[in-house]
């Protein structure tokens, strides 16, 4: 395959083009209000095609490493070791994009119940865990999303 | 709606259906720009007896393009019960094709309101203005929604039984979307958790816009507000909407809440009579985590739809990020154990 220019590259030459070539020729307001939301959309999607399987990979691993502190911890719970066993069963190494996200979900689940479990037992060590966890993600989410606002709400 | 050259006909033939005698010619149709949710449109209407008027149609949009689904029948029953007890500023809802039959799609007719949105108004205005009235303008358009005798809304609006009940329903509905979307959402989890554990002093339960932001404020050409856009709206804790207003405002601004925290809210006091107990900043805090997730719940489900096929369009491709934004003040707003710096 060819792998340069890569898919970032691409999108984001294909935001350019929309909004140097096509925008400008465009009058009907609707439409140019459309065109902004795709550039914002363009931009995440290029951000995503550069960074999401490394970023789902590293996530996977931190939500897997705190579900297993909490799951050897006195905030144990059979939610946790459940969610741990199904993560175990339908994990996959395979770093196409489908089997990374669902790999990714099936960590988050066994961190959602990690987290059911420290906050219901006001553990606050292991809530300042999750919390590090949570700030990873929303980190990547917010690089994803970059400038963002209500385009067209006024 | 859907079709908007075949739109002045239809339009003509359905007013004239519903009014009388009188015989309607729509003398222009335009597609209106700012509402996210539903097709919007404007039409000016000459009728037989020399009178004209604007109106604004109000639809849904083609079936698997809604970035959210709610309910005309409902809007429309609500329209018409808070048009009938003239208790807060709004636009009057006057016609209504409860089958799509007549205008392509269902649809309320409502009249147009000759001004601005606020939030045009405020955009015009420099951050070291002060906004001028319009922080306190806003606090005591709110504060009119909140003051709503909701007695006269019980055959249009779920009543609940009570205020802890509520609570605790709205704060499981974070845990509905985490388990009915397509991946999981541990963002979800955690906040119902710290919300569950960290509930405030209740208040009574009151009528909740449950999207008050200042584009659903009308600005007339004489300074008044008209408040619009219903389609979300219940009966629950009013503080929803303040602290729906932050989370929007924080994310679209100015935020008029920020320029003046305590004075916002000692405004916002005054005009409900509500006590410091309840409304403070602490409690604002809580329900700018809480109150998002009507809003954030119905952009979830059109992500979840689109993940498995159902949904298309560039309106729930764009508004992917407001649930970034939502976990941004889920993370401020749900505040870590004493001595966490997260």
Redesign the interface.
Known sequence: MLSRPTTEQLILDCRNELLNTIDPAVAA??VK??IQ??E??LR?CATRAAHEIAWMRDETEQ?IAFAHRVADSACATPAIAGALDAYRAGRSDSLHLDDV?HT??????C??AA??AV??A?D?DL??A??????T??EH??Q??GE??????? | MLDPSEMPGRLAAFLDRHSGARRATVTSYE?M??G?SRLMARAEVMWDDGTTETFVLRGDPPPGKAMMETSRDLEWALLSALGAADAIPMPAARFYDSTGEHLGTKCIVLDYVNGR?L??VL?EHSADSGYGSHPLDLVDTMAAVHRVDVSGLAGVLAVPDDWDGYISGLIDRFRQA?ATHA?????L??VA??LE?NKPAPLPLRLVHSDFQP?NVMVTTDGRHQVIDWELSHIGDPREDLGYYNIYSS??GPNLFMLDPEGFLARYRERTGFGEDAVNLQTMAYFSSLAAITVYSQILLGAGAMARGQNAG??T??T???L??G??NF?AGCT?????G?
């Open positions: 307001e609707p209000i459309a939301m795709l914002n959309v995440n939500m996200a990714y979900s099936l960590a988050g689940h961190f959602s987290i059911d906050m219901a006001g606050d809530h300042l999750a919390r590090e966890v949570l700030t993600r929303l989410e917010t994803i999303m963002w606002s209500f385009v067209g709400r006024a | 597609a720009v700012g996210y949105s939030q045009s955009n985490d991946e999981a959402m541990p963002f989890r955690y958790a710290w554990a584009a994310a679209s560039i309106m491709t764009y992917l990020n407001a970034t934004v976990h941004i993370m870590p154990p004493a001595g966490g997260h």
